[in-house]
């Protein structure tokens, strides 16, 4: 494992070609694998397109729904990756790994009870969007299956944040590519191959998933043995973790209230208008899970500099990783600028949808040097084991957005101008997010130094 960062003197000096090589260690192979996951997801949405808008309207409502029972827990890879950076920094591998076991543990609890519930509640979770009655018959099939894979993808969440936590992100890159390269070619062979429809994109998933959490979690305990570190559930330690994980959790659910609205708002548009929709947010995702590389680095690098007291260094790396993704969004915005027309062809055959996605995606477009900021500085708190002041600031961010999505909602506008507005609305609230982080950011509350926060 790394050594902790220097400490630096009191002044912030920029920083040395040594970090920047440190933070394209950790971003470069974090980059790879979060865009590994859209990047099949764009292949599920296009293997399921071409089941009809119907089904394509489905997994855009049912997506919508696994990703907020996954998302929401979130915390199992942000929250035990700020911990185990701290310890690491602190010179305390034993219990950096220690803490990681306790996640993983807390990780299979939760993700047991989250697939019962989701599973229980899946045709009331679908009603809640209201798409038509075909779209949202697609999107129970879908979701009832995929409830199976729900406690393997937190047993990922859990064991990618140990291995960020531990300087380590080439492992998750290595099992993202193989999982979700099974992914889409298990999608292909039984939506088209065998003709489950939708619910053999949902079996691909579940398999992948699960074979994932198998790798992932058998490199952690292959390490904590290593260290001697025990594998046992530890009651109190787990008890812990989640409590560590509660104001992660708020942060985690007003954002996802936040897409959920976004969604609520797309349905009310039209079947065509909610199928476009639901690619153009998977675009986005795929963009943010780009851009979110920069956080990943941050989160590590924060948490192991704050826990072995270097202030100055860990401010100097933050606002080089914030330059750094303001140009990376530049970068995207061309990228997807250029291509507006041509991605809604590998998704639809209905010209409608086509139409309407083209133009969500040049709002698509602008947003990313906004994100950029909002994604990076959201990673430096996390890793600064900020989550309290990130809960109130992430509520607060959601109740500005609701003016703005209701209005669009209200508005009667329907069909593609409709959808550019609610994209609209949606780089409002990314805007709001990103200057209430950067005054944060700015001053000094943030950083505690030390093992533990």
Known sequence: MADSLPVTASATPPPDRGVRAEVLRLAVPAFLALIAEP??????????????????????????????????????????????????????????????????????????????????WARPLVEIFGASPDASAEAVTYLRVST?????????????????????????LVAAVAGFSANAALSLFLVHGVGWGIAGAAWGTVIAQTGMAIGLGWVVVRGAGRLDASLRFHAAGVLRSALDGVPLLVRTLALR??????????????????????????????????????????????GRS???????????????????????????????????????????????????????????????????????????????GDARWLAVAQTVFLLAYLPMVLGVRASGV?????????????TGFMTVRAVGLVWR???????????AR
């Open 441 to 451: 950011a700015r001053g000094d509350g943030w950083m505690v130094t030390g093992a």
């Open 306 to 384: 704050l826990g072995a007291g270097d202030v100055a260094g860990t401010r100097a790396v933050t606002w080089l990783m914030v330059r750094w993704g303001v140009w990376f969004g530049v970068v995207l915005t061309g990228l997807v600028v250029a291509l507006h027309r041509v991605v809604p062809l590998g998704f639809s055959a209905d010209p409608e949808v086509r139409a309407a996605l083209a133009a969500a995606l040049l709002v698509v477009a602008v947003s990313q040097p906004v994100a950029a900021v909002a994604f990076v500085l959201d990673g430096v708190l996390i890793g600064a």
């Open 39 to 120: 990047l099949f997801l764009l292949a599920d949405s296009a293997i399921v397109g071409y089941l009809g808008t119907s089904s394509l309207a489905g997994l855009g409502v049912a997506s919508a729904v696994l990703l907020t029972a996954v998302n929401v827990f979130v915390f199992l890879a942000y929250g035990t990756t700020a911990v185990v950076a701290r310890r690491l920094g602190a010179g305390d591998q034993r219990g950096a790994v220690s803490a990681g076991i306790d996640g993983l543990w807390l990780s299979l609890l939760l993700g047991a009870v989250a697939a019962v519930a989701v599973a229980v």
């Open 414 to 426: 329907v069909g593609v101008p409709g959808l550019v507005w609610l994209w609209v609305a949606f």
């Open 257 to 302: 209230a936040v897409l959920l609205l976004t969604t609520w708002a797309a349905a009310g548009l039209g079947e065509p208008e909610l199928a476009a929709h639901q690619v153009a947010m998977t675009v986005w995702t795929s963009l943010a899970f780009a851009l979110d590389a920069l956080a990943i680095a941050a989160q590590a690098l924060t």
């Open 148 to 172: 199976l894979g729900i406690p393997p993808m937190l047993l990922v969440l859990a064991a990618t944040g140990v291995l960020r936590g531990l300087q380590d992100t080439r492992t998750p």
